[in-house]
């Protein structure tokens, strides 16, 4: 059960940044490539809503990451699988290791999803020459 939390933490959170990161993308796209003054696309609802799933994602991702690390508390880098526990026996020290690692890199991808959403509402998307 460890294992797949620590995967989740690790490598969810990437993953959601990398999906709203380009659904933002796309989105500016779909915006500033209509014709004519008025655009049917409701972007800034769009990208809040975006903004929105994405952090609540990759809380969800820490989260995961943070039940693993609070699991394996006091576990050191090099401790092996622990005896008496059924199987799998999960090596306490890389999941420790993982977990950690996985919360810094959430935080970081929180922060860039977050600041990504605000930049694409207070910025001008669109400029004619």
Same mark, same amino acid.
């Given at each position: %059960?460890?294992?797949?939390?620590?995967?989740?933490?690790?490598?969810?959170?990437?993953?959601?940044?990398?999906?709203?990161?380009?659904?933002?993308?796309?989105?500016?796209?779909?915006?500033?490539?209509?014709?004519?003054?008025?655009?049917?696309l409701?972007?800034?609802?769009?990208?809040?809503?975006?903004?929105?799933?994405?952090?609540?994602?990759?809380?969800?991702?820490?989260?995961?990451?943070?039940? !693993?690390?609070?699991?394996?508390?006091?576990?050191?880098?090099?401790?092996?699988? !622990?005896e008496?526990?059924?199987?799998?026996?999960?090596p306490?020290?890389?999941?420790?290791?993982?977990?950690?690692?996985?919360?810094?890199?959430?935080?970081?991808?929180? %922060?860039?999803?977050?600041?990504?959403?605000?930049?694409?509402?207070?910025?001008?998307?669109?400029?004619?020459?």
């Open positions: %059960m460890l294992n797949r939390l620590q995967w989740v933490g690790l490598i969810a959170g990437a993953v959601v940044f990398a999906a709203a990161h380009l659904a933002g993308f796309w989105l500016t796209q779909a915006k500033c490539g209509q014709p004519g003054p008025e655009r049917d409701r972007f800034d609802a769009a990208i809040i809503a975006l903004t929105t799933v994405g952090c609540l994602a990759i809380l969800g991702s820490a989260a995961a990451a943070a039940i !693993v690390f609070r699991s394996t508390r006091g576990a050191e880098p090099g401790d092996g699988p !622990v008496g526990r059924e199987r799998p026996l999960e306490f020290g890389r999941l420790q290791f993982f977990s950690a690692a996985a919360l810094a890199a959430n935080a970081i991808f929180f %922060m860039i999803v977050l600041l990504n959403g605000i930049g694409a509402i207070f910025n001008v998307a669109c400029r004619t020459a």
